[in-house]
């Protein structure tokens, strides 16, 4: 089922009669290749790079961040105007065709509400990111110790983890308590480092300028927040263990939940099929990308240990205030990411909900949290955040250390239910 919001069923039943898969006759036909596309973000310019192709007569985007490169497929014109739905978030671009080599238009990202929109321009043929030279002159690779939005109530440690190519082509991100910023993408010039991510749920920029052996910038989501970063070298830097954030409250040891899964079907913790079985509860939401990374690799997990008594249940708590809405999204999410585990819907995204849907949680800190149950029953680990394929080292660690878990969970005996 395809997720589209109220709002965008409007925008697109007004365009119904006139809408195709590629451009009408007489309209601009935007040529295909490497494009690079500014948002506006209150005056800021937000670029990233993508690629237009046609595959058998369908047209196809692919965004790039990075390594990473994010395929959209559902693209339609209406007019002179293009339509680019977003695979797996509730947004899209509207722009209009002006030339074979120019759209201009707005992105509109529905879970951030109906009027929440970014301007955008779009040229063919430009291959930078961020205008003018990239020299390098700036030495940024390397592990730094981040501090976002220092001496203020939201501030929060993090990791950043930086690459540099010879001419000042530049990648790296930010490895937090509660997830990772994923891909960045951009350069060094002079003494200024400048990156930007595009997923088509975040649209992020970070500027920061090196004076001695350190950085100071700000930090840009979109156009409803900034906020301040500095960074000292230090490779020795560690967050707090994430196992060590979320815990049981006390006198639980065990699990025990009962939600609707998105078929209408009450599934528990309790149920048979999980008696006896390692269980990995991922505590999620559609709209969050960490969540889509470990999803991914819980795809992979579940398809390796399944057999030998891994089980996996993910319980979502979604954006949408409406419940239709909200399953209708994880419908989506499911058949995208070809989930093979239950999907329950726990209720609105909110650290408080959870915690009033979850009792037996402290500290509700993260989407995703992930909870371990061994063959008894009992709760042997939680884990808060999650290291996506991004941050290099740090992903690897964790997916060597899950598999290895996994596998001592299920030597271990055990046939008593929950």
Known sequence: MRLISTVAVLSLLIAANSCT???????????????????????????????????????????????ESIAVTDIAFAGDTLLVRLPLYDSEFKGLVRSDSLIEGEWHNYLKGPD??????????????FPGESNGQALVAGTWRVRFGKNTPDAFDAIGIFE??????????????????????????????????FDGSHAFLFAAKLVG??????????????????????????L?????????????????????????NMVSSADPRFRGKALMIQIMGSWCPNCVDETRLLNEVYAKYHERGLEVLAVAFEKYEEPKSAVAALQHFRTELGVPYP????????????????????????YPTCIFVDRLGKVRRIRTGFYGPSTGEHHGHYKRNLESFIETLLDEGGTAGR
């Not at 082509?169 to 891909?183: C, I, S």
């Not at 350190?214 to 156009?223: D, K, P, Y």
């Open 164 to 197: 540099q190519q010879v001419g000042g082509a530049a990648t790296g991100t930010f490895v937090t308590e509660t997830g990772d910023f994923r891909y960045l993408e951009g350069k060094v010039h002079n003494d200024s480092l400048l990156l930007s991510c």
């Open 21 to 67: 898969t590629g451009p009408s006759d007489g309209y601009a036909i935007p040529r295909t290749g490497v494009w690079r596309m500014e948002m506006d973000i209150t005056g800021r310019s937000l670029p990233f790079g993508f690629l237009l192709e046609q595959d058998s007569g369908e047209w196809v985007m692919r965004i790039l961040n990075g390594s």
């Open 343 to 366: 999907i329950l819907y726990g209720g609105h995204a909110s650290k408080e909900e959870a915690a009033k849907k979850l009792p037996f949680l402290e500290r509700v800190m993260s």
């Open 213 to 238: 052996d350190s950085l100071h910038g700000n930090f840009w989501s979109g156009t409803h927040w900034q906020q301040s970063w500095d960074a000292v070298r230090d490779p020795s830097f560690q």
């Open 116 to 129: 929440y929109k970014i301007p955008f321009v779009a040229h063919a043929g430009r291959t930078h990111r």
């Open 240 to 264: 707090r263990d994430p196992d060590s954030l979320t815990f049981l409250r006390e006198g639980y040891d065990m699990v025990h939940l009962s939600f609707p899964d998105i078929d209408g």
